[in-house]
């Protein structure tokens, strides 16, 4: 089978076993837009870091010990989009910034589930309070299982703390110059 081709080059999941593991190996084989009417495949690819690999998985047909069987768990919602507000705002690295979230079904009905927060940079608490670690446009995420909404923030630098002065001393004569750098750290 050829990646990219038979299968995706991405995958949905990974799981390390260690040699001599028994008992059960967790996969999360969601993916965004999936739902009980689609007819999805997987396939575990195996790779070793050294030397040779073996795992035995049952298949549903198994005759033997049915309990060996495969399991998969469902975790169905009726959430179809997740709304993260406020969006396209700017602060300053020194200051926090409170995002909310809010969880719909396909009518616009409102759910109260609990969500997942994530930062591209900086962290982001379980009551959606953002604090900054570095400048430039960051995405907050608010997520329900696959479903996640998001919006991003502008973060500018805060207000000078340090003052570093190049070079910190120098001895020149009367007919010289000298360049001295200084630059502010927030």
């Known amino acids: 089978m050829g990646s990219g081709v038979e299968y995706a080059t991405t995958p949905v999941s990974t799981s390390t076993i260690s040699i001599g593991l028994t008992g059960w190996v967790w996969f999360d084989i969601g993916t965004a837009g999936m739902n009980l009417t689609n007819n999805q495949g997987w396939v575990i690819l ?31 919602t009726n959430v179809s989009t997740v709304t993260v507000s406020p969006g396209g705002n700017t602060i300053d690295a020194d200051s926090t910034q409170l995002f909310t979230a809010v969880a719909s079904d396909f009518n616009t009905v409102q759910k109260t589930v609990p969500l997942e927060w994530y930062a591209s940079s900086g962290s982001v608490g379980s009551n959606g309070l953002f604090t900054p670690t570095s400048t430039g446009t960051q995405t907050i995420q608010a997520c329900f299982g696959l479903v ?23 001895i020149i004569t009367v007919d010289d110059t000298l360049t001295i750098t200084a630059n502010m750290v927030d």
């Open 148 to 170: 996640c909404g998001s919006q991003t923030i502008t973060v500018t630098a805060g207000a000078p703390e340090t003052l570093f002065v190049s070079p910190l001393t120098s």
């Open 46 to 76: 195996a790779s070793t870091n050294v030397g040779y690999g073996y795992a035995q998985f049952y298949s549903s047909e198994y005759q033997g010990d049915t309990t060996l069987r495969p399991k998969i768990l469902f975790n169905t």
